[in-house]
């Protein structure tokens, strides 16, 4: 057993370069392993070992690993059925779910078995899987969410269903020229996906436009029918999502838009070979792509059908499924749980009730009955900005029916403050419509009355949501809005991300690590312990090592190991606040250079992200980060000590890259304004110290690492709020020389000698109101970093602290968050 540099113990630790918790191989099983694939790639495939390519064998292995799936999946779904289990259906227009092999393989204890196999065949599995393309179902946070709770659930053993769409194209791929973001589409279908069943028997008509017409029913009574103007095919795909050790498989089940004639045979005979597939092209576009350009009525149209879209597929779907098993819908709120993961999915209030009324003969109030006991809903922002609304008018020309039903909902809704007094002011905010200004149906509205729960994200999000944008609906149904604090899958983000941390964890935890979160707390023993905090070292210093050579291949920029990495990976947002941190950095630039000679802690500060295409500011920002760093890259006075990098394409395997290689994770959004974040999370968990606001999840990470173990600086929301209504805007003058000299290199042009006006934007949002606290912050932010630097000169202290945030945040496992969702929202046992 080869003895480690730092390692001064007799036991333990091999120096293996990739380790997966190591269980002993079983020869037999590699041998069969080995012909599956074989068989795979010559009969699935079509090709023989002499002629594969990578791709040939990165779906060889996928489909052979795919069988084993299936026999479980199969067991997991006849002991649901049979046993008549309650299902959760997760309803979401994102999931961001990245590679799944990796995961698919870990889940399945075969990652050493598969290994083998393919060494046997000259294919190098690691190489494989870096062919797999991201499955980028999804723009952020918000589907990377949906994804780890995935994943839990089937872990969990909790019986469910994942709904979404399956876009052709994902989130745009970034392209960085000159320092500015260029979007190009992603492909990740054009070669096929070995995961998925297309399943062309399961497929439900979704309507469109047309009207709604009053009919008398068999009974006399009058109900209305919906004539669509257009029916659209939704066809299913089913992933299965394997949960650890592979106890159970869940499926997600994506739809794809399919026209229900293919071609208008009559319009191509005569010769209109084009127009014949117009209206197939543009019922096809639903799925087309994921997050259409809002920025015209046809790109917000076109949301507008996806949400619906998706969501009448799936609910047709589980009702069909609910009457297979149970019989009558009046049992649904039994069996089965609806999540809306946001608003997108909210139309479901309308298109159940619809659903149930309509199509199966409920009368209203038990068709309202039932769907407040089956849905609930996530809400995930405060920003006004962000909070969905739809025109009268489109809604009207979409779907009408459902428009209707709304009206109805709402008036139900609002009639007993009509009696005695009417408090119009209360009205006005109850009123699912919105008519301050246009008419707009508001969603969150129509969501939270049309629920069982309404969650928040983190404890602070789920305050503020009382006191802000649902405070009167709260005051009317107090009990509803209940906190769900996000998490994230440990199996991804610790375990498959991070190899050599993950072994470092079993060889002194033992194999419980693996299986229960809580086991981490064993660490906290060991923080002091030098020869573990020289073990623990060592494996961040591997991961580094591994990051530097990404970002020399990326780049070609070179940086070192020895350094503190700075990390900063999300999308660009404004109130995420890159901008905070790049005035740091210029800031600490101007600092370097005025006295070379002292000694700077080296530092290299890595960003990643990507902006919406439209988002100017955001894109400006982008731009800056490069021109800054350029600058500061090209600077032998620095050199050594600073370095910025931007890594272009930011997605979910290039953040499991970047995690297990952070030193220092900065969580410095505007208090307030970020939900939860779960990025912060994952850093924490690998080890890397927070500097933060008083945000989101931050608030929680704290009180579970303990504040000497985590930099918070900053206003506070209710500090940020208070500033906010005061009219008296911090001006200029009162800024520190400090931050006037960052924001002066920018303005002279420092950065930007070819256009000194290039940034004028950035630095005029600052002047006039400064809606982010950019300003406000920045002093505390700067005296929070150097406190970072005085920790990181005395390393056993740095990492004493690194080893007990891994230590104490394993209540961050989205296992605990997917617990609690069973017990208090859904009520469905788990494992
Ligand atoms: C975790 C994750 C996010 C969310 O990051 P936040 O820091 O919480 O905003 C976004 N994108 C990807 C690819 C992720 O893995």
Known sequence: MATLEFDDRSSSVVPKDIVTAALPIDESAVLVLRNAILAKLTYAVGTTPAHAKDRDWFV???LAVRDRIVDRWASSHGADGQAGRKHVYYLSLEFLIGRLLSDTLHNLRLTEPVREALAGLGVDLDELRSIEPDAALGNGGLGRLAACFMESMASLEVPAYGYGIRYEHGLFRQIILDGRQYEQPEDWLCQGNPWEFERSDVIHPVGFGGTSEEVQAPDGSRAFVWIPAETVQA???????????????????????RATECLLLDAFNMGDHVGALASRTRVEAISRVLYPGDTTDAGRELRLRQEFFFTSASLQDLLARHIRLHGDLATLPDYA????????????VAELMRLLIDEHRFHWEDAWAITTKTLNYTNHTLLPEALERWPVSLLERVLPRHLQIIYQINWLHLEPLTRGEIDVDLVKSLSVIDESGGRYVRMGHLAFIGANKVNGVSALHTQLMRQTVFRDLHAVYPTRIVNKTNGITFRRWLHQANPRLSALLVDELGEEVLDQP?????????????????LFRKQRAAAKADLAKVVAELLGETISPDALFDVQIKRIHEYKRQLLNILEAIALYSAIRAEPERHWVPRVKILAGKAAASYHQAKLIIKLANDVAKVINSDPLVAGRLKVVFLPNYNVSLAEAIVPAADLSEQISTAGMEASGTGNMKLALNGALTIGTLDGANVEIRECVGAENIFIFGLTAQEVEARRRSTAHQEPDAWSARLRGALELIRVGTFSPDEPHRFDPLLHALAVDDLFMVTADFDAYWAAQRQVDDLWQSPSAWWRASILNTARVAWFSSDRTIREYAEEIWRVPVQ
């Open 337 to 348: 749980a609806l999540q809306l993961n946001d608003t997108h999915p909210a139309i479901a």
């Open 60 to 62: 060889a292995t996928a």
């Open 235 to 257: 066809v299913a795909y089913d992933t299965p999502i394997v949960g650890w050790r592979g106890r159970h498989v869940n499926a997600l089940r994506l739809w794809s838009a």
């Open 518 to 534: 809580d086991a981490l707390l064993g660490l906290e023993k060991l923080a002091d312990d030098q020869a573990f905090q020289n």
